[in-house]
């Protein structure tokens, strides 16, 4: 719900087109991404595995990926550098007391913002949310 949330509010920016996909399927991220025009600015976001997704999906386009936004990604699943196609990563690392989340993604391109809650309630952290519009 917080990840619709967001996706509402920036469906309502002119000139922002949003489409929503489920973690379990990068490939057809994948395959949606290789369809649009090359000159498409690309933004990912995602949280939890969807935030471990935002990697995989970038390092198979093979295009450049202007911003992934990565809320709390899961250290129970394959995190991967972010590859040089991608501009600009900010990673919303979670040291609340839970234990899904905390996973760092390495890369020289990575801003990393430290937040302290629960997994769960870190999708709707509204300044999270301010800053990843932001930086769109």
Known sequence: MGMQALASRL??????????????????????????????????????????????????????????VAYDPSIYSIIQPAGPNLRRLLLYHNNGGSKLGHARIPGKQVETVEVSEGHLPIKFNQRLHAKTIQAI
């Open 11 to 68: 469906s309502s920016i002119r000139g922002v087109s949003i489409t929503t996909h489920s973690w379990k399927y990068p490939g057809a991220i994948v395959d949606d991404i290789k369809r649009l025009p090359k000159g498409e600015t690309v933004v990912l976001i995602g949280y939890s595995l969807g935030a471990n997704a935002t990697t995989w999906i970038s390092n198979a386009v093979r295009r450049p990926i202007a911003l992934a």
